[in-house]
T-cell receptor, first 113, second 114 residues
Framework: KNQVEQSPQSLIILEGKNCTLQ??????????LRWYKQDTGRGPVSLTI?????NTKSNGRYTATLDADTKQSSLHITASQLSDSASYIC????????????FGTGTRLKVLA | KAGVTQTPRYLIKTRGQQVTLSCSPI?????VSWYQQTPGQGLQFLFE???????NKGNFPGRFSGRQFSNSRSEMNVSTLELGDSALYLC?????????????FGSGTRLTVV
């Protein structure tokens, strides 16, 4: 069964600190992996997208990594800001032509002043 | 460039009523998908429309239905509302059909059933 699991479920850090969120998946065949940021009460916004051949992708203070062999991805946030408080969702796309997106349940990040 | 527009933003209904939610995709986007998001379940796929045809459907009861118009705007209808239908309903659009295009989400409609 295709699944996407994220850890931790929630995380609290102090402003200015770094953090890393994890995403493990069992989706096969694999097409691509996206990280979304969702502010409370808003729709998710895409941060990065990576295909099979890409190991790392950055978007400002956000850096995503992908290990397609171990089927793991991480999202590293550098020098966190209060505005980083949000849910971060990992989404993996199937590559079988079924146009399926498998969503993780997200990591809820809280950045404290 | 306008984003994905969902209306209304908030809605309160009573059990047994029906509700219709609207989604206007980004201009030029022909694929529209609907998701239900609850705190415990995360994002759950409802259905996807492409060129006025339902292409994929999630595991939701028949009370949940949708349609897409020729201008790509989409509506979602829920009949005989239950308390458990309270959720954030998100619409997402993409330019074509396929996983390489990527979604752009709307801000959602917060439905509360009392």
């Amino acid at each position: 069964k295709n699944q996407v699991e994220q850890s931790p479920q929630s995380l609290i850090i102090l402003e200015g600190k770094n953090c890393t969120l994890q995403c493990n998946y069992t989706v096969s065949p694999f097409s691509n992996l996206r990280w979304y940021k969702q502010d409370t009460g808003r729709g998710p916004v895409s941060l990065t997208i990576m295909t099979f051949s890409e190991n790392t992708k950055s978007n400002g203070r956000y850096t995503a990594t992908l290990d397609a062999d171990t089927k793991q991805s991480s999202l590293h946030i550098t020098a966190s800001q209060l505005s980083d408080s949000a849910s971060y969702i990992c989404v993996v796309s199937e590559g079988s032509g079924t146009y399926k997106y498998i969503f993780g349940t997200g990591t809820r990040l809280k950045v404290l002043a | 460039k306008a984003g994905v527009t969902q209306t209304p933003r908030y809605l309160i209904k009573t059990r047994g009523q029906q509700v219709t939610l609207s989604c206007s995709p980004i201009s030029g986007h022909r694929s529209v998908s609907w998701y239900q998001q609850t705190p415990g379940q995360g994002l759950q796929f409802l259905f996807e429309y492409f060129s006025e045809t339902q292409r994929n459907k999630g595991n939701f009861p028949g009370r949940f239905s949708g349609r897409q118009f020729s201008n790509s705007r989409s509506e979602m209808n829920v009949s005989t509302l239950e308390l458990g239908d309270s959720a954030l309903y998100l619409c997402a659009s993409q330019k074509g059909q396929g996983v390489n295009y990527g979604y752009t989400f709307g801000s959602g409609t917060r439905l509360t059933v009392v």
